[in-house]
């Protein structure tokens, strides 16, 4: 089965930055769509940014744009989450999600076949 780990989450002061990673061993990360997504307590999943593995085109949420760049680094098999200006309304558990048959992004989670166990991400002075 397989498995997208996620890292790069931790602790930082409003207006810092932080850079997500998703990677993984058992597949590469050439074809789909690789989506990241948040999870804030009380609060139901959202997708946050997603890229097309193949072509590169991205999406954003508007909460999000201008702040958070998401990209691919094929040779690392790689994506990336960076993350800047953050705000306390960031702080959220991050996943990142692969659709593994189809190159189109989504917003919905339940079109995403595999996830990752997440990673904390606590905006707070």
């Known amino acids: 089965q397989v498995q997208l780990v996620e890292s790069g989450g931790g602790l930082v002061q409003p207006g810092g930055s932080l850079r997500l990673s998703c990677t993984s061993s058992e597949f590469t990360l050439n074809d789909g769509a690789i989506g990241w997504f948040r999870q804030a307590p009380g609060k139901e999943r959202e997708g946050v940014s997603c890229i097309r593995v193949s072509g590169g085109s991205t999406t954003y949420i508007d909460s999000v744009k201008g702040r958070f760049t998401i990209s691919r680094d094929k040779v690392k098999n790689t994506v990336y989450l960076q993350m800047n200006s953050l705000k306390p309304e960031d702080t959220a558990i991050y996943y990142c999600?692969?659709?593994?048959?189809?190159?189109?992004?989504?917003?919905?989670?339940?079109?995403?076949?595999?996830w990752g166990q997440g990673t904390q991400v606590t905006v707070s002075s």
């Open positions: 999600a692969i659709r593994q048959f189809t190159p189109l992004c989504s917003p919905y989670v339940e079109q995403y076949d595999m």
